[in-house]
């Protein structure tokens, strides 16, 4: 009895011996594979980022450049024709009359030499990191107030600090596409946009008194904007939220995470890589 039991477990050892290579192979061969998909996904992850960041760079040139083009149309061309013609007007006027058209026409060339200046630091999304993020903000509300097609506000709340260049580049983007689809769709009369700074999250919110929407009639309404606006957001760790009723206008929200471990370029390292 004791032999067998003595045989019984040398046999039992010897198949553990001869199995746990075979398992400690599986498990390295196991974790590798895991370890690589990992490698592979965050590379995959960064390069969406990347060729998003790239898009992103396009669209906000491509709408800063339109903006240009009509304020070249709507405001420096006509002022530059008026002085034209003021000019002209002199030729036969008295010498009082003839200095005061040419004063005033060295105004305009002025202040239209200054509209030029300030369009032209726009043509390049850079600004938005010379400027800082809520200045750049600031400005997109002047331009939509001057348009005259809504009265727009905008308030800060708590200590502003630095989000990241690539974020905040998302971040203005994900903002220009809300007011876009305000303007496009809600017609309405005001438009509040509000930045809060707190210390572990920073919210944007977009807010109109427009028609509003049912939520079934969301992606008919606002369609790739919106799905354009998650998917950057997602990329930065941030949210979209868009909360809508007929009659009580919009409200689309974006939530970030702030860190305060953000690389050089202002991603987190666990998100891209």
């Known amino acids: 009895m004791v032999n067998n039991n003595f045989g019984s477990l040398i046999i039992l050892t010897t198949l553990i011996f001869l199995l746990a290579p075979t398992f400690i192979i599986i498990y390295i061969s196991v974790y590798n594979r895991r370890k690589k998909k990992h490698i592979d996904e965050k590379a ?9 960041l790239l898009k992103t760079q396009i669209e906000i040139q491509e709408q800063t450049l339109s903006h240009i083009s009509q304020e070249i149309h709507d ?9 034209k013609l003021n000019l002209a007007l002199t030729d036969n006027m008295p010498d009082m009359e003839k200095r005061s058209k040419i004063k005033e026409s060295r ?3 002025a202040q239209t030499i200054n509209d030029l200046r300030d369009l032209s630091k726009s043509l390049s999304f850079e600004y938005i990191r010379t400027i800082g993020f809520v200045k750049t903000v600031e400005i997109e509300i002047e331009r939509i ?10 308030s800060v709340e708590g200590a502003v600090y630095d989000l990241g260049e ?23 009369k005001h438009l509040k946009i509000s930045l809060q700074y707190s210390a572990q999250l920073f ?6 008194d427009g028609i ?22 997602t990329l930065i760790g941030g949210t979209v939220i ?13 939530s970030l995470k702030t860190f305060t471990n953000l690389s050089a370029d202002g991603t987190h390292p666990d998100s891209i890589g």
């Open 44 to 52: 995959q992850m960064k390069l969406s980022f990347e060729s998003e």
């Open 75 to 83: 405001n420096i061309t006509q002022v530059l024709s008026f002085v």
């Open 107 to 109: 105004e305009l060339i």
């Open 145 to 154: 107030n001057k348009s005259g097609i809504i009265a727009a506000g905008l």
């Open 166 to 188: 690539q974020r905040e580049l998302l971040i203005f983007r994900i903002f220009q596409e809300a007011i876009n689809n305000v303007l496009k769709h809600s017609a309405a």
């Open 203 to 208: 919210n944007l919110t977009v807010e109109d």
């Open 212 to 233: 509003g929407f049912l939520a079934t009639q969301l992606q008919e309404q606002v369609g790739l904007g919106l799905k354009n606006m998650e998917n950057r957001a």
């Open 242 to 254: 868009v909360d809508s009723w007929p009659g009580k206008g919009c409200c689309v929200k974006i």
